[in-house]
């Protein structure tokens, strides 16, 4: 089936630690976004890429790290210099231009704990 | 930047009543708006989008309207079943499709009484 796969579920973070989470998508999709959903809060952005080896900061970029080497995958780093990383991660893909941009489809979310 | 509102942020009604979540965005320039909504542990699906070219669009019990002036818009769930009990989202974008990505209003928790 065709969509979006994101790599862990679950990840723990330790103080001082780098963590970087993946997403994969299968679609053919041209763009692909990393959000941060905090509990009773709407999603908001971190990086996204409209094509490969190119990205650009969204709202809330500090602290993240991206890239996009392949069409396919687009996975975030997580750096220490996050100082808040507990969030539920979110990936989005879709495709841009043709009769109209379509749609973001989103995978199923990593969760970001600190130890 | 965009700034959507969304309210209210908790909707209860009785199974088979409607139901209607409104938001309102900051930037004349935004021209799509999309509504998802989320399940527990799980992504936000897309229910249901419209562009600023329209003013209200409709699939099956799901309908949304748009009123530019005023820049706001609404999701109208009718015939409301236990299975609609989520967490619904608003967004706004100045790119067709959302290219450029998405502001997200707060979400409403939508809960169906039986």
């Known amino acids: 089936d065709g969509g979006i796969t994101q790599s862990p579920k679950y990840l723990f973070r330790k103080e001082g630690q780098n963590v970087t989470l993946s997403c994969e998508q299968n679609l053919n999709h041209d763009a692909m976004y990393w959000y941060r959903q905090d509990p009773g809060q709407g999603l908001r952005l971190i990086y996204y890429?409209?094509?490969?080896?190119?990205?650009q900061k969204g709202d809330i970029a500090e602290g993240y790290s991206v890239s996009r080497e392949k069409k396919e995958s687009f996975p975030l780093t997580v750096t220490s210099a996050q100082k808040n990383p507990t969030a539920f991660y979110l990936c989005?893909?879709?495709?841009?231009?043709?009769?109209?941009?379509?749609?973001?489809?989103f995978g199923d979310g990593t969760r970001l704990s600190i130890l | 930047g965009e700034n959507v509102e969304q309210h209210p942020s908790t909707l209860s009604v009785q199974e088979g009543d409607s139901a209607v979540i409104k938001c309102t965005y900051s930037?004349?320039?935004?021209?799509?708006f999309p509504w998802y909504k989320q399940e527990l542990g799980k992504g936000p699906q897309l229910i249901i989008d419209?562009?600023?070219?329209?003013g209200e669009k409709k699939d099956q019990r799901i309908a949304v309207t748009l009123n530019k002036t005023a820049k706001h818009f609404s999701l109208h769930i009718t015939e409301t079943q236990p299975e609609d009990s989520a967490v619904y989202f608003c967004?706004?974008?100045?790119?067709?499709?959302?290219?450029?990505?998405?502001?997200f209003g707060k979400g409403t928790h939508l809960i169906i009484q039986p």
């Open positions: 419209i562009r600023s070219n329209v």
């Open positions: 989005a893909s879709t495709i841009i231009g043709g009769s109209g941009n379509q749609p973001q489809h």
């Open positions: 930037d004349s320039a935004s021209n799509y």
């Open positions: 890429s409209q094509i490969v080896n190119d990205f």
């Open positions: 967004a706004a974008s100045s790119s067709g499709g959302g290219a450029d990505g998405l502001t």
